[in-house]
């Protein structure tokens, strides 16, 4: 008889471990989890604060590309820097 009590004394030393097993295979599994949340949470509000940036960016340069071609910019450019001036009458053919 106590062959038997030592198999059941070992088969339930067996069941012990072997939940103890499962529970911190789990545990680590759900630390792991809340890491890799936690993780791309941050990651999220990074990309979310780039994207504000870069649409920020973006009409900035709308602003400046509206201002750089802007027509009275561009006629003022012509005259000051090339020495480009609006043709008079007699310059200018008509094709047909």
């Keep these: 008889?106590?062959?038997n009590s030592k198999q059941t004394q070992r088969g339930s030393t067996l069941v012990w471990v072997f939940f103890l097993v499962v529970?911190?295979?789990e545990l680590f599994v759900f630390t792991?989890?809340?890491v890799q949340c936690t993780a791309?949470?941050?990651a999220l509000t990074h990309?979310?604060?780039e994207h504000k940036r870069l649409l920020s960016l973006e009409k900035k340069l709308r602003i400046e590309r509206a201002h750089l071609m802007s027509p009275?910019?561009?006629?003022?450019?012509?005259?000051q820097k090339i020495g480009?001036?609006?043709p008079e009458?007699?310059?200018?053919l008509t094709i047909r």
């Design 84 to 86: 480009l001036q609006m």
């Design 89 to 92: 009458q007699n310059q200018i």
């Design 32 to 34: 792991w989890s809340r």
């Design 47 to 49: 990309q979310q604060d």
């Design 72 to 79: 009275d910019r561009i006629a003022a450019f012509a005259a």
């Design 23 to 25: 529970l911190t295979a």
């Design 1 to 3: 008889m106590k062959t």
């Design 40 to 42: 791309t949470g941050y």
